[in-house]
């Protein structure tokens, strides 16, 4: 069995999107994708884009991705790779094939001169966070992923345009 890591364009678009579809069903969150897939392709292969794509092939068939972007530290004051999903189809689990997604993007971060490579996973997948864990990964736990979406997000930006103080 080959596997093949390749960058991803244009093209790939449907398959991306069925992918991200793929890993919302299984993360049991299929009811939040509401991409637009003309603004999902925009960001990705655009003027200006946000996040780079990588596919994982087996013998020539697409099974699995990778979707990430920089973020920087400035404690190390280098860039790092953030990996956003990671999502290998059940057919190709056991493969090699996440190891070599992984593997491919901690190149990416050698090649570009990145601190670190970080992604979150969900608590309850246990087999993702042993598999990581058997990398080298370490869980960083003492740190909690904050998020500001929807309607405070758009209050919060609404009130610094309007220079409105928040408490």
């Not at 056991?94 to 070599?100: C, D, E, R, V, W």
């Not at 490579?117 to 598999?131: C, K, Q, R, T």
Request: charged share 25%; aromatic share 10%; net charge negative.
């Amino acid at each position: 069995m080959s596997i093949t890591i390749r960058s991803a364009d244009r093209a790939d678009l449907p398959l991306i999107g069925q992918l991200i579809r793929d890993l919302a069903e299984y993360e049991k969150l299929a009811h939040e994708v509401r991409f637009d897939a003309e603004v999902l392709g925009e960001k990705l292969f655009g003027a200006r884009t946000y996040a780079e794509v990588v596919i994982g092939e087996l013998d020539g068939k697409a099974q699995g991705f990778a979707l990430f972007f920089h973020n920087f530290s400035t404690f190390e004051g280098k860039p790092g790779i953030y990996l956003e999903d990671l999502y290998v189809r059940e057919a190709a689990r056991g493969s090699g094939l996440g190891k070599a997604l992984l593997a491919h993007l901690a190149a990416l971060a050698v090649e570009r001169d990145c601190a670190r490579l970080e992604w979150s996973v969900l608590d309850w997948n246990a087999p993702a966070i042993g598999f990581y864990e058997l990398l080298g990964a370490r869980a960083m736990d003492e740190w909690t992923v904050m998020r500001l979406d929807g309607v405070a997000l758009n209050a919060l930006g609404k009130a610094a345009r309007l220079g409105v103080r928040q408490p």
